[in-house]
């Protein structure tokens, strides 16, 4: 099996864009150490399983990061279950999670679920207004955040996420200090290598997204990290 602690590179891919077979192909050779499925809008059963079955052709690691129930199915090798903590609608803290398991939790193998505490930190994207999160947040609130990921609730994995900007690595570092056993992931505007090579030396993994639609060579490249580090 699969361990993500190991993970310093991850290319997520969002179910609702289009992406050629050939970029497909190279995103999924490349030098990445997994892929995680995961989106916020128009995120639905049969666009989640077409791009599952077509990333499964390669073997590397398959996440799905689950944004609705409707949308979450066998077949994948993890699945990462955020909860938002800087959000103030408890249906995204545990009111999804908790319809989630009164339905199937029968049926789940809980080695496969990874529960990640997430904070959303950029105002203008659609996760923020999705999950009504308080992103007007300094860096003694990240500090706490992240004492309170790493000692209290001991997530496995406290997500940063500045899903289309990037981020103030300030906030970054804030989090890191706190963090010794809760595996820091970095997500938002990693657009080139140098981006990344900045953000890498702080964050235990980081997510590359959107740059893959935009600039597949640019997105290609933030997989150097893994020769630098
Ligand atoms: C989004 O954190 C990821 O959930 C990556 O962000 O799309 O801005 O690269 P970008």
């Known amino acids: 099996m699969y361990d993500i602690k190991n993970w310093r590179h991850v290319f997520k ?6 992406i050629s077979d050939d970029d497909l192909e190279r995103i999924c050779m490349s030098n990445t150490d997994a892929i995680m499925i995961g989106g916020t809008d128009n995120v639905t059963e049969d666009n989640v399983l077409n791009l599952m079955s077509r990333v499964r052709r390669y073997p590397l690691p398959l996440a799905l990061e689950i944004s609705n129930i409707e949308s979450t199915m066998p077949g994948f090798d993890f699945y990462f279950v955020p909860t938002v903590l800087n959000s103030q609608d408890t249906e995204f ?3 999804l999670l908790h319809r989630a398991l009164k339905e199937y939790g029968h049926m789940i193998n809980f080695d496969e679920f990874i529960f990640e505490g997430y904070l959303v930190m950029n105002p203008d994207s ?6 009504k999160a308080n992103t007007n947040l300094d860096v003694d609130d990240i500090v706490a955040f992240s004492q309170m990921a790493n000692a209290f609730y001991r997530f496995p994995v406290l997500y940063l996420e500045y899903s289309g900007t990037f981020g103030d690595l300030k906030m970054v570092e804030a989090a890191r200090s706190e963090l010794t056993e ?3 992931f970095y997500g938002g505007g990693i657009d080139s290598l140098s981006r990344a090579t900045e953000v890498a030396a702080i964050a235990d993994t980081i997510v590359v997204g959107n740059i893959i ?3 597949i060579k640019k997105a290609l490249q933030t997989t150097k990290i893994k020769e630098r580090t």
């Open 126 to 131: 659609k996760v923020s207004a999705h999950t």
């Open 13 to 18: 891919l969002d179910p609702a864009k289009e």
């Open 213 to 215: 639609y935009e600039d």
């Open 93 to 95: 803290h545990n009111g």
């Open 182 to 184: 809760t595996q820091l």
